[in-house]
């Protein structure tokens, strides 16, 4: 199957800093793609949605200028986490898929763990 | 509106014992079902998808699925459990192109 990496697969930064997570596809082109938060012993929820080249549509309760979020290419998009708090402590994992698949084809990152002190 | 619901955050089998992990959901509409597991520390990877056709649906390791309409559930099952399977298990629904997710259930194996 395709391949979704994710870097860095764990970051500590002071409260106050921004982080910025990377999420590549290494073996296809990804038109979309989604970041999602993972809270300990919870289910995902989707932050927001990235077309390649146009803003990424968040969900209700994301902040934007919160989680800033790029997809300036086919294979990479990024989300920084800004002013960072500790209740931005949380696993985040992107997934991507492409346009030439079904709607439901989509490929996950192993996540990024972010410890904010 | 679709919702997920996992019946159980966690359940616990001894090895070589059958594996059930319960999945109902609510839709308007006939839905695409997906169960995807987590290993730990790691993302998520597709086990098994239904789509439209064949009600039982056969995945990765070992797993199927049945969809029963009637019951608006689509239970994973494994005859046979092995310490590998020890996992977080998702059963999620698609909503305009969006996954919507059930809240999980960890497996435990029990040696």
Redesign the interface.
């Known amino acids: 199957g395709a391949v979704v990496s994710q870097h860095p697969s764990r970051v500590i930064c002071k409260s106050g800093t921004s982080v910025k997570i990377e999420c590549r596809s290494l073996d296809f082109q990804a038109t979309t793609m989604f970041w999602y938060r993972q809270f300990p012993k919870q289910s995902l929820m989707l932050m927001a949605t990235s077309n390649e080249g146009s803003k990424a549509t968040y969900e209700q309760g994301v902040e934007k200028d919160k989680f800033l979020i790029n997809h300036a290419s086919l294979t990479l998009s990024t989300l920084t986490v800004t002013s960072a708090h500790p209740e931005d402590s949380s696993f985040y994992i992107c997934s991507a898929r492409s346009g030439t698949w079904g709607a439901y084809e989509q490929y996950f990152g192993p996540g990024t763990r972010l410890t904010v002190t | 509106a679709q919702s997920v619901t996992q019946l159980g955050?966690h359940v616990s089998v001894s090895e070589g014992a059958l594996v059930l992990l319960r999945c109902n959901y609510s839709s308007s509409v006939p839905p695409?079902l997906?169960w995807?597991v987590q290993y730990p520390?790691?993302?998520?990877?597709?086990l098994l998808?239904y789509?439209t056709g064949a009600t039982l649906v056969k995945g990765i390791n070992g797993f199927e699925a049945e969809f029963k309409k009637s019951e608006t559930s689509f239970h994973l099952t494994k005859p046979s459990a092995h310490m590998s399977d020890a996992a977080e298990y998702?059963c999620a629904v698609?909503r305009n192109?969006?996954?919507i997710?059930?809240?999980?259930t960890k497996l435990i194996i029990k040696p």
């Open positions: 955050s695409y997906f995807y520390n790691q993302g998520l990877q597709l998808k789509t998702f698609i192109y969006q996954l997710w059930g809240a999980g």
